[in-house]
């Protein structure tokens, strides 16, 4: 299983290793899908079955989708999982 691994700079994210991940792309989305939610979520705060951080926004395309990452270290986060889910009521 790849581990895909985002480092935080304050130019924007910069990403390793450079082909998807798997447990990305079984859910139809992108490395840059995720990318973009993290840079600037709608939303963040956990997960409720894994109790991980998470990042919840829109793609480009409009999707709403969540992010599951675990922090590695203040620069760097693992994403667990990234899919579509239905928009939160504000």
């Known amino acids: 299983m790849a581990v895909h691994v985002l480092h ?5 994210l910069r990403r390793r290793p450079r082909r998807k991940p798997q ?11 995720v990318e973009w939610v993290l840079g600037a979520p709608e939303s963040d ?5 894994s109790g991980l951080p998470a990042a919840w926004g ?3 395309a409009g999707i ?3 992010v ?3 922090e590695i270290d203040e ?12 928009e939160r009521h504000r």
């Open 68 to 70: 599951v990452y675990q």
């Open 75 to 86: 620069d760097t986060i693992r994403v667990v999982t990234a899919y579509e889910v239905p």
């Open 23 to 33: 447990h990305i792309a079984e859910h139809g989305l992108e490395i840059e899908n």
């Open 8 to 12: 935080l700079n304050s130019l924007g």
């Open 64 to 66: 709403y989708i969540i």
């Open 45 to 49: 705060g956990r997960s409720n079955s």
């Open 58 to 60: 829109y793609t480009p």
